[in-house]
């Protein structure tokens, strides 16, 4: 038993130093993104039918999120659970990393870009993600909680009302249909939505051993 212990603490070291070398080396060696303010809308909405707002399984929000955007891009219904099964890069916890996310769907032929946000103002930040809204690109972000890491997908926003459309595999129960959240956005895509400060707050509580910070993975 004590071996046993011995070897989970080692894992967890290295992978925390694996995780601190990349993080470094992705803050230092990579240029931060070009905001175009002239290709972002007003407006701008990807369909996402709310009988796809299914509920995660616990700690699963990782292979449920990239689910929702093969869905989305495939156009192809798919069982989450399929993903569960599948995906890569898991902690012990069930803790899905980045790059098990980014796996899944470029092995499902999905072209996906990781930029380096950090440099970015809040501001900016939000120009980006509406940027590539704008182009109808998916974008999913990692944050926080309650003290747990959590992916969500952006699959909207409205400037003017300052709103994002997002689906939250977390989001609460529907009481209604098993197995799917409830649905807070009517006929807009998603099952919630945030602000800007909303989304900013819960997108910097986000980062796995002190790296992945302001994660973004753009899909399309």
């Known amino acids: 038993m004590e071996k046993e212990k011995t070897m989970k603490f080692r894992i967890k070291n290295i992978i925390f130093f694996v995780l601190i ?3 470094i080396l992705f803050v230092f060696f990579k240029k931060p993104p070009i905001i175009d303010e002239h290709k972002i809308l007003p407006f701008a909405l990807i369909e996402y039918s709310s009988e796809f707002n299914y509920r995660q399984t616990i700690n699963d929000c990782g292979p449920f999120n990239t689910a929702a955007v093969f869905r989305t891009l495939k156009g192809e219904e798919i069982d989450s659970q399929i993903f569960v099964e599948e995906i890569k890069w898991r902690l012990p916890n069930k803790y899905t990393l980045p790059w098990g996310l980014e796996k899944q769907l470029k092995e499902n ?12 103002s809040d501001t900016n930040k939000i120009l980006f993600l509406q940027q590539q809204l704008s182009q109808k690109k998916p974008v999913i ?10 992916y969500i997908t952006i699959f909207g ?7 994002f459309y997002v689906y939250d595999s977390l989001h609460e129960e529907d009481i209604a249909i ?3 959240t409830k649905d807070d956005n009517g006929n807009l895509p998603g099952n919630k939505s945030f602000n800007s400060k909303e989304l900013l707050d819960f997108w910097r509580g986000g980062g796995m051993y002190g790296v992945y910070k302001w994660y973004a993975l753009v899909a399309g």
């Open 21 to 23: 070398i990349i993080g």
């Open 109 to 120: 032929d999905i072209s996906i870009k990781i930029p380096n946000l950090k440099a970015l």
């Open 157 to 163: 926003f409205d400037a003017p009302k300052d709103k």
């Open 141 to 150: 972000i990692l944050g926080g909680i309650d003290n747990f890491e959590h």
């Open 178 to 180: 098993r197995g799917l």
